[in-house]
């Protein structure tokens, strides 16, 4: 049996990590945000337009705010349609305006989600 060292990445392996988010730049932890989300990869219509590699290696690194707020603007077949790009998320301008904020807060900086308003 032979090993692969870690320096050697598999064709379907997630991008490497890089040191600050892709969206606002802060060096904190991150999280990986699928492109094309998994739920979708079954799904014959993202099946034709995204090849295997393309549905498991289309990956950018957020933050947990960023991710938050990506997931709380837009449904899953919204972000496959529109956003499977890291170009496509900044440059719609909801999460433009909230990278830019939350760019000049401190790295462990959680913001409040937004109060919910009952009926």
Request: aromatic share 6%.
């Amino acid at each position: 049996m032979t090993r692969t060292t870690p320096s050697k990445q598999h064709a379907l392996s997630p991008p490497p990590k890089p040191p600050c988010c892709e969206l606002c730049q802060r060096d904190t932890a991150l999280t990986k945000h699928h492109l094309i989300p998994r739920t979708l990869h079954d799904k014959p219509r993202y099946q034709k337009r995204h090849s295997r590699e393309e549905r498991l290696t289309a990956i950018v690194w957020i933050c947990h705010p960023c991710h938050k707020h990506i997931h709380r603007l837009y449904s899953e077949r919204e972000l496959a349609d529109r956003f499977a790009s890291l170009e496509a998320l900044q440059a719609d301008p909801e999460i433009h305006a909230f990278v830019t904020w939350l760019a000049t807060k401190p790295a462990g900086f959680k913001p409040k989600s937004p109060v919910r308003k009952r009926c």
